[in-house]
């Protein structure tokens, strides 16, 4: 399986936190092989704020302005889970629920096509 796709695995098994919490993808990128000092210097870097700020745009754009629990996870725009409690198996519960799609795939096959999965917590 590529690189990324188990780093992708990795974030994905872990506890969806309400903040940033750079444990996480620290420990899966060093898990993987994958250079954490570089990850984390273009994060905290312009490319980093650049980033940061259209996922602001993206989540005005998906929430609004009013008001909404953090986390919150939607897949292909409805909400799987808000809050605390919220965590993969209540989005895998969503994706088991499209026709003829899984969220459950054997190690070498491709992640699954045309869904998407947003993530909004948090950050700096």
Same mark, same amino acid.
């Given at each position: 399986m590529d690189v990324k796709l188990k780093y992708l695995d990795c974030m994905d098994s872990s506890k969806l936190p309400l903040f940033y919490e750079p444990a996480i993808p620290e420990a899966c990128a060093k898990d993987q092989g994958l250079p954490w000092d570089q990850i984390s210097k273009c994060f905290g870097g312009p490319m980093g %704020? =650049?980033? *940061? !700020?259209?996922?602001?745009? &993206?989540?005005?754009? =998906?929430?609004?302005?009013?008001? #909404?629990? *953090?986390?919150? $996870? *939607? &897949? %292909?725009? !409805? $909400? =799987? +889970?808000?809050? =605390?409690? +919220? %965590? #993969?198996?209540d989005v895998a519960k969503m994706l088991d629920a499209k026709p003829s799609q899984s969220y459950l795939r054997k190690k070498d096959q491709e992640p699954l096509s045309n869904v998407t999965i947003s993530y909004f917590f948090a950050s700096k």
């Open positions: %704020d =650049a980033l *940061l !700020k259209e996922a602001g745009n &993206v989540t005005t754009s =998906a929430m609004g302005h009013g008001s #909404f629990t *953090l986390p919150t $996870v *939607l &897949v %292909d725009g !409805k $909400v =799987a +889970c808000t809050g =605390a409690r +919220c %965590d #993969f198996q």
